[in-house]
């Protein structure tokens, strides 16, 4: 059985994705600090699939831990989610940002490089492409410069990681996630965003819930159908499965170079006002909103086109927009 290092597996994505590669036959250990993320996540994992995974609570920031873990850890791949994520914080607070995405990133290369560990998948973002010139974007979209030090994380560790790859020969898959949103069918995992949501579903399901009293809409007046900005939302576990199959290319050695990234969206584009009525239509609830100015940074439109993805990978979406809204709403009736 092979052992996958999961880092940030306690998260959003990261608990989903331990679910699918346990329920793909992979043994699972996890490294969490816990800064975003809730230790009983752990038992809800292991109410999923009734298997246990090794947990290890500890910051990778300490490169002593981390090296540590893997004087007592062999793995046969990891996947490399512990990160921060806020685009607004990372503002405010860059060098948290630069600590907590890079040298943690670097510690961890530095381990695989010293011990001949390989197979590296990283969590990237279509934040990398800017505002892209065409749409869908495809993996050839030149990346544009980072609007935020979150942005610059990401584009500076698939750049750590493309030189480490071509000087040690390792392999690695950067994902570029579009917009991950839902909940586990189960409904025992979800997000779990801490104080006033950012993103979007996590808001408009807690005013659902009557946590916020109003949903802002951020501007009407883009250049697009209905003057809303437009993203790839994709439900969770369809991202989750996307990095089992990125680590199955790299175990089986399918890869074609050493460092490979592949958008993982729908394909398919919403606005803000469509996933507002795709949820009230879902949900039978009905949303207060009202539209406000643009948010500082955004950009108009973002949608995948996962033609790379679908064939290198031979991964593709499973579940609609409709489906991964209701799966959040469940999540947020539970909590
Ligand atoms: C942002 C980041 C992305 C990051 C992701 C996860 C940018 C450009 N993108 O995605 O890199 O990976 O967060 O944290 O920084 N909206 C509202 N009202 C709200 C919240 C959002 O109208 O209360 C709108 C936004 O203007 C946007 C859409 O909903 O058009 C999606 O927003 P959000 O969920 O925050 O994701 P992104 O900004 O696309």
């Not at 246990?52 to 910051?59: C, G």
Request: charged share 20%; aromatic share 8%; glycine share 6%.
């Amino acid at each position: 059985m092979k052992k996958i290092l999961v880092t940030g597996g306690l998260g959003f994505i990261g608990s989903h994705t331990v679910v699918e590669l346990q329920n793909a036959g992979f043994e699972v250990v996890i490294i969490d600090n816990l800064s975003n993320s809730k230790i009983e996540v752990l038992n809800q994992i292991t109410s999923i699939t009734g298997i246990q995974p090794d947990f290890y609570q500890l910051d990778l920031r300490i490169k002593n831990d981390v090296k540590n873990f893997f004087n007592n850890n062999t793995v046969d791949g990891i996947i490399h989610f512990a990160a921060s994520k806020a685009v607004g914080e990372s503002v405010e607070k860059p060098l948290l940002y630069y600590e907590n995405n890079i040298t943690t990133l670097v510690y961890l290369l530095q381990e695989m490089k010293e011990r001949k560990l390989d197979n590296f998948i990283f969590s990237s973002s279509c934040t990398v492409y800017g505002q892209a010139d065409e749409l869908p974007i495809t993996e050839n979209a030149p990346t544009k410069p980072a609007e935020s030090p979150y942005g610059n994380t990401k584009q500076i560790g698939e750049e750590i990681i493309k030189d480490s790859c071509n000087a040690y020969e390792l392999n690695a898959i950067a994902l570029r996630y579009f917009n991950p949103i839902g909940a586990h069918d189960s409904v025992k995992i979800g997000e779990l965003p801490i104080g006033v949501p950012q993103n979007l579903i996590p808001f408009v399901t807690q005013t659902a819930a009557g946590i916020r009293e109003q949903l802002s809409v951020f501007g009407d007046d883009y250049p697009t159908p209905d003057g809303t900005a437009v993203r790839d939302y994709i439900h969770v576990v369809d991202l989750a499965k996307a990095h089992i199959a990125a680590l199955q290319r790299l175990i089986n050695k399918n890869n074609k170079q050493h460092f490979e990234f592949f958008n993982v969206g729908t394909g398919k584009g919403s606005s803000v006002l469509e996933v507002i009525k795709a949820f009230e239509t879902v949900t039978g609830k009905k949303l207060n909103y009202k539209i406000v100015d643009r948010r500082a940074g955004d950009i108009t439109a973002a949608y995948a086109d996962t033609t790379l993805a679908n064939k290198e990978l031979h991964w593709k979406t499973e579940k609609t927009l409709e489906e991964a809204l209701l799966s959040a709403w469940k999540w947020q009736e539970k909590q």
